[in-house]
């Protein structure tokens, strides 16, 4: 045993940071043996990336399916407190025994929110909507999006001192909004935290040769995510963003910034499956479409992952093209030409389609801004668990790339570390 863990645990509480599909599975794995859970989440709503996803791979069943069971099990478990627009400012103490500052934003609207949208309808502002990567605008009163848990709209802080969130009030009939809200904190006395604040995608505007933000028709693996969402700003449509028509052909770019020392070094390891899922939107849509993926390594890790890159190369109009991606280039109509050496013949290739989407890998959140905590990180950023300290522990992409179903497993784990850190006496 850790020295610093001589004293028994003085909480019988545990903390789980980031409210995505891993600290969702921690929190309640952790409750429903009879732990009370604090769940804090930065964003005004659960479910993190997952939740912008169109479908999940392996099976591709709507994301709608798993988060919902999961917000049900929360609602019916008094042994969880979620905090959303929550973000933890000071750890202090020792496993078995910390103390945690946490900040709470104002949402400016109360529980009494039906969702009726009157909000909304009044607000005149328009907004960059970040959850669709700003492929679209939101209002100034706003909910998160269709599957949002609290389903509870928010007042933007960029409206808050102007006439718009004075018509945004006016508008609700159900004394929900209330723009005196201020920023507050707590302290909560925890024996346990487990860190699961994920991932973000990685900026490809970093990738000068790939084109990213200079060429209309390039856009990343979660646009494309939002774009096929039937609640995403297309109305689950796939089009181009510079004229708004459907693509005859979609080039796939593998490993755009993961295993390249001047980015990403190491693997991302869902993206190979992720633009494989892809594929499948496009085909599902566009029955003729030509669809070119170019990789270095295809990485289906798995029984159930490889079977699904099977049946995807039975398609005659999807082509593999083993060839790291150098260049890409603008035609005069707005096409992308993807040049490329195939590592198979040797061949510089040139195709050219009229969308690209850039298989962007996962960046951990932790890599961008370090957490208040006395934890210790790989050199990518991802938080390393110390399991000899013990008290704090790592679970999901905050630990590593994973997908949802490793996610989980881990998270699982994580629960049973943090329960073990407090039945040790
Ligand atoms: C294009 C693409 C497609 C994918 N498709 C699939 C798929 O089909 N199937 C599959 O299995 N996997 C898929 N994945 C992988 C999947 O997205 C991840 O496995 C999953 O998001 C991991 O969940 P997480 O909870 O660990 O992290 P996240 O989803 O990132 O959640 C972390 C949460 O923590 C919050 N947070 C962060 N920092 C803080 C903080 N300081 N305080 C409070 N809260 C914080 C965040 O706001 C977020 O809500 C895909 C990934 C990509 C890139
Ligand atoms: S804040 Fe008021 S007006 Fe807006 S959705 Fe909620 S109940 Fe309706
Ligand atoms: S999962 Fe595939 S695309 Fe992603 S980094 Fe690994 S090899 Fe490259």
């Keep these: 045993m850790a020295e610093n863990m001589a004293k028994p645990p003085t909480s019988a509480s545990i903390l789980v940071v980031g409210g995505g599909i891993s600290g969702i599975t921690t929190a309640l794995e952790a409750a429903e043996v009879g732990y009370d859970i604090i769940l804090i989440e930065k964003e005004p709503s659960l479910g993190g990336r997952v939740a912008q996803l169109k479908y999940y791979f392996p099976k591709l069943c709507p994301p709608t399916c798993g988060l919902e069971i999961n917000y049900r099990r929360i609602k019916n478990n008094k042994k969880i407190k979620v905090y959303t627009l929550a973000e933890v400012e000071k750890v202090t103490g ?20 039906t969702c009726c949208g009157e909000c909304e309808k009044a607000s005149r502002a328009e907004i960059p909507n970040e959850f669709n990567f700003e492929m679209d ?10 599957m949002a848990f609290p389903a509870r709209y928010v007042i933007s802080q960029q409206i808050i001192g102007t006439d718009d969130a004075k018509r945004c009030q006016d508008a609700c009939q159900y004394n929900a909004i209330d723009l005196t809200m ?24 970093r990738i000068d040769n790939l084109g990213f933000g200079r060429y209309d028709n390039i856009i990343t693996n979660m646009m494309m995510e939002r774009l096929a969402a039937i609640n995403g700003p297309t109305q689950g449509q796939i089009q181009k963003p510079s004229d708004g ?10 490993c755009a910034g993961s295993r390249d020392e001047n980015h990403l070094p190491y693997c991302s390891y869902i993206c190979c ?3 494989l899922k892809q594929a499948t939107y496009i085909r599902e849509q566009l029955p003729d479409a030509k669809i070119y993926i170019f990789y270095i390594d295809l990485r289906a890790p798995g029984y159930k992952y490889e079977k699904f890159y099977a049946k995807l190369k039975e398609d005659k109009n999807v082509f593999m093209i083993k060839g790291k991606v150098a260049e890409v280039q603008e035609t005069d109509d707005n096409r992308i030409t993807v040049i490329a050496e195939n590592a198979v013949t040797g ?11 850039l298989a962007t890998g996962m960046q951990p959140q932790t890599s961008l801004a370090k957490l208040p905590a006395d934890l210790t990180y790989s050199e990518d950023g991802f938080i390393i668990n110390d399991f000899e300290k013990g008290g704090m522990f790592a679970a999901g992409c905050a630990n590593k790339p994973a997908d949802v179903i490793t996610s989980n497993q881990n998270a699982t784990g994580m629960a049973l570390k943090a329960i073990q850190t407090l039945v040790r006496r």
């Design 94 to 113: 020792n496993p078995g025994d910390y103390e945690v500052t946490i900040r709470l934003n104002p949402r400016y609207v109360n529980e009494n929110c």
């Design 137 to 146: 605008k939101t209002k100034g009163a706003y909910l998160p999006h269709q």
């Design 182 to 205: 201020e920023t507050k904190t707590i302290t909560i006395k925890v024996g346990a935290i487990v860190w699961a604040t994920g991932w973000v995608p990685y900026d490809a505007t």
């Design 273 to 275: 499956m992720a633009s």
């Design 347 to 357: 061949e510089k290739i040139k195709q050219t389609v009229d969308m690209a989407v």
């Design 245 to 254: 028509k459907a693509p005859e052909s979609v080039a796939f770019v593998q």
